[in-house]
Structures are given as C-alpha cells and as structure tokens.
C-alpha cells in the first residue's frame, strides 16, 4: 500500500460522537475530520476505551503499548468507526468502570487528573515515538483539560511536534494537587505561576494553555470574552498574554450535515427549505409525543445540559409567561436535580403547555429540533453552542442570550435587520429571565405574523453553518505550525 502523503493531526479528546458524548465536545471532534479531510488533512483521533467502546469495532490492531501507565497497562488499539481513524487507549485500570467518562452517580472518579493525564501522556508519546505502524503526526491537537497536559508532556520531552490547544469551555479546568506532579509524571521544578502552577494546585488547561504552540477557542466573541475576568474563570490572565502575542484565534464550530440535515435525517419526516410540509407533520407528531394540544403560539424546545451556565433558572422563570401568552414549550435537558425537580414542577403547573423529558435522549433531541417553531438558549456564557446552529439548519429560529457563539451565529430580528433581510433569529443583551421573556414575547409576536415568520425561517436556513470555512481556518493554522 502507498503510503498516505497527507499531513496527519493528531486529535486528543475524551469524547468522540458517535462513540461517546457528553456535550458539544463530541460533536466537534467527531465532525471536524471529515471537514479537515476537504482541506487536505487526514485526521487520527486518541479516545479512552471505556467501557464497552472496543466492542463497537470490527476489527481493531495494537499499535503502541506501555508496562506501566500510571499502575497498570496501557494498550493503544487502532481502529475505523463512522469513517473516523481512531486510536483506543485501553487502560482497564482507568477506563473500564461504570458510570459516565468523568463522573458516577453525580460524582467525579476520584482519579480524574490520573486517567486523562494518562490520555494525555499517550497522545505525547505517540506523536514522539510514532506507532508499530511506523505513523505519526505532524500537529497534535489538544481538546479541553481532558488533553490540557499534551502540549506540557511534548514540550517537557524536548519534542518539536507542534500543537495546538482547543478550549471548548473554561470553566472545566483539570484541577489536582502539587502532590500529585510526580504521579502524572511531572517536573516540580517547573510548578510555579508562569508553568504549572494554578493558585498553589495544577490545572491541566491552564498548562495546554501555556505550553500550546497555538490557542484556538469556539468562536471569536468567546476568545475576546476569555481575556475578560468576567468570562475567563481565573484563565483571563494567560490568555490575554497569549492573546497579545498573536497566539489566539476563536473559530466558529459547524455542523456535520450528515447527521444534521432536515432533507435526510433519519429520526424525522424529510423537509427542506422550498418545502415546509415535513417541518409541519414532525411539529404534529412532537406535540403528540409529549401529549400537549396544538398551541396558539409558537412551540419552543429546549436540549440542554441542566446547568447554571445554561440559564435553566432564567428558563424556569421566564416560560409561564411565555405559555400563558399562548406559547408551548417541550425540554429535553439532564444534569442539576434540583432543576430536573423544577421542570416537572413546571409541567403539573402547566399540563396544557409545557412538556419535559429528563435523561440524554439523541433521536429526541432531532424530533424536537425539527418539530419546534423556536430553539430556545439561554446561556449566561456559552463558548460557540450547537444547538442553535441546529435549530439554523432547521429552520427553527433561535432565541438566544447575545454571549460567546450565539452572538457571532443568530442576527436579532431588529425592524433594521428584518428590512434588510438578514435576521435570523432573537437575541438578548440583558441576560436575566426579562431579557429572556422579552425576547419570547418579541418572537410570538412575530409568529402571529405568518410572512414575517417564513422569512426568518427561510433566512435561518440559509445561514451557512456547515464546517467548511472553519475547517479551512483549522487547516492554515495547522500548516502554519508545520513551516
Ligand atoms: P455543551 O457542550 O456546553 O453542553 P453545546 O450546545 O455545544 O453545549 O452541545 C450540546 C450537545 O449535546 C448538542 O449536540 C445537544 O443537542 C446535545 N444535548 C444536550 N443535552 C442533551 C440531551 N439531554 N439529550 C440529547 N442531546 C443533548
Ligand atoms: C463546550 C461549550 C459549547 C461548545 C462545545 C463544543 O461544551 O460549552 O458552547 O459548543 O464545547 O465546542
């Protein structure tokens, strides 16, 4: 076989869709390599085996193995899945458990720092002795704290294979203590403020963020927010230097429109711009689902991580308004049980109207995505967001707090921005439950307003949010680094 004369990133991460997925992570890193593949890359990606993933392969080849990583064996194991080029680390001491890739029933595996600088370890070690197969990268691409230590491990080893290190949310930073640098293989020399060093503990982003060659972000108001107190969680500082230096760029996610595409996606009745009659007939059967009549005003869905960040607070406050003025709202979120506690509580106030489904349910998350007049995204910071990019593509118009990516991806529906044919959805500056409740009065209002109404949906679905344009921001920054 000739060998491949591609350039080669290698992608680090604990989440990979449709392998495993907690959060925007796993699309992201699941869909960014066939989008790197039209730019000229080919992209392998390092994944935990956790429990059960590697009998989801066929076929699956040795490829590196390690006596002793961090107390026991670590196997790395190539294999192919959904047309991604995956490397399994099968470490069973650390991966093979129950529960979730960082949590069980609520709380955190106690060794966290050890099991994902353990992942990071080996994405550094692969990209310096390379594979049995005689492969290896030419960019290391870091993904979140879960890899924060792989740009650290390479610089501590003297290597010169370039990386770059992604923050998808810095509000999750891989924090343990000193006491622990010598079990993650560490240098102590090298734990103070400028290095490793986090407050007199270690963070694991905060390390990538330093020792990357380059820093990207999830879109450009999120990268200029992180330099901020306000947005930067602790981090503003070090990003700001690097920001200075020319060292950071924020790049919009896309969406994989293989999997999200209301003209063939396989949980839903076929529909497609020029014709709305599926978008209608999925409407019908959501609303059937969750047992709520055909409402005067718009349907509103929600998919979310029951989260602070997510503003399930403002949510809760803001819909009986919402639905008393004749709006409908279905949810679909996991997470905070006090939250959960509350939906329901929202549902027997509002039996009529609201609607709630508590658990991870993706073929649920595509019949209300297609099924909604309006997406609704609250969040008090959010890095890009997927969910209104989704709700874009099908035509079901965001109502978003302006912060992070929802700003940079949903123009207002301002009397300016509907002349001119440009607004795509709502979007609130006053991010509290008015701002909120604002906004969704201002989009039933327009959905009385039948043409008005399709011309937002038409506009929406023309946004281009596919990966294309940033793929190709990904590929010049990788192809920088190799000069
Ligand atoms: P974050 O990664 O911060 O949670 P994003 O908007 O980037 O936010 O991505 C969330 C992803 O997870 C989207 O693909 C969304 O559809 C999905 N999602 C969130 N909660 C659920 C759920 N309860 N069931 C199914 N999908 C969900
Ligand atoms: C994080 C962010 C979210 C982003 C996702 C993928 O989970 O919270 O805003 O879309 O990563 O980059």
């Known amino acids: 076989m000739m060998a491949d004369p591609r350039p080669t990133v290698l992608s680090v991460a604990s989440e990979c869709v449709p392998l495993v997925k907690t959060g925007g992570l796993a699309d992201v890193v699941g869909a960014l390599p066939a989008a790197l593949a039209a730019e000229g890359w080919r992209s392998r990606v390092l994944l935990p085996a956790y429990r059960g993933l590697l009998d989801q392969f066929r076929t699956l080849t040795p490829v590196w193995e390690h006596g002793d990583l961090f107390g026991g064996r670590g196997v790395v194991f190539a294999g192919r899945h959904s047309g991604l080029d995956l490397l399994l680390l099968d470490a069973p001491h650390l ?11 609520g709380d955190d595996h106690p060794d966290n720092h ?4 353990a992942l990071s370890w080996v994405g550094a070690r692969l990209a310096i002795d390379g594979t049995a197969e005689g492969w290896r990268p030419d960019v290391v ?20 294979v370039p990386s770059v290190m992604t923050i998808h949310n810095v509000a999750f930073q891989g924090i343990f203590g000193p006491d622990q640098l010598d079990a993650v293989r560490l240098p102590t020399w090298d734990f103070h403020p400028d290095a490793l060093e986090y407050h007199g503990l270690v963070s694991t982003l905060k390390a990538g963020l330093v020792h990357a060659h380059k820093v990207t972000t999830v879109s450009p108001t999120y990268a200029e927010e992180l330099t901020t107190p306000e947005f930067g969680f602790g981090l503003e500082g070090v990003i700001a230097a690097r920001t200075a230096h020319g060292d950071m760029v924020g790049i919009v996610n896309g969406i994989d429109g293989a999997r999200w595409n209301p003209a063939g996606d396989r949980h839903v009745a076929a529909y497609s711009p020029a014709d709305l009659t599926g978008k209608a007939h999925n409407r019908r059967a959501l609303l059937e689902e969750f047992g709520l009549p055909e409402p005067v005003g718009p349907l509103a869905v929600v998919v979310t991580r029951l989260s602070h960040q997510k503003g ?27 939250y959960e506690y509350e939906l329901q509580q ?4 509002y039996p ?6 508590t658990g991870y349910d993706e073929p649920l998350s595509h019949r209300m995505f297609a099924g909604g007049d309006i997406v609704v995204v609250p969040s008090r910071f959010e890095p890009c967001g997927l969910t209104q990019l989704y709700g874009l593509r099908y035509g079901t118009v965001p109502v978003v707090a302006a912060t992070g990516g929802l700003r940079d991806t949903v123009v207002d529906a301002s009397p300016e921005n509907i002349r001119v044919g440009t607004a795509t959805g709502f979007a609130f500056t006053d991010i ?5 409740a604002e906004s969704l009065a201002r989009a039933s209002a327009h959905f009385a307003d039948g043409p008005t109404w399709r011309r937002l949906q038409a506009q929406a679905m ?15 920054l990788f192809a920088e680094l190799l000069e």
């Open 95 to 105: 991966f093979d458990r129950h529960g979730g890739p960082y949590h069980l029933d």
């Open 114 to 117: 050890l099991r994902f600088a």
């Open 141 to 160: 691409h870091a993904h979140d704290w879960q890899a924060g230590l792989v740009p650290s491990y390479l610089r501590y080893a003297g290597s010169s």
């Open 312 to 338: 399930v607070d403002l949510l809760l406050e803001a819909l009986p308004g919402f639905v008393e003025a004749g709006g409908a709202a279905v949810v679909l979120g996991s997470g905070d049980a006090g």
């Open 346 to 349: 929202l549902t027997q106030r």
């Open 352 to 357: 009529q109207s609201v609607g709630v489904r």
């Open 432 to 436: 509290s439950a008015a701002g909120l």
């Open 462 to 476: 023309a946004t281009p949010v596919d990966w294309g344009p940033s793929a190709q921001r990904y590929a010049s």
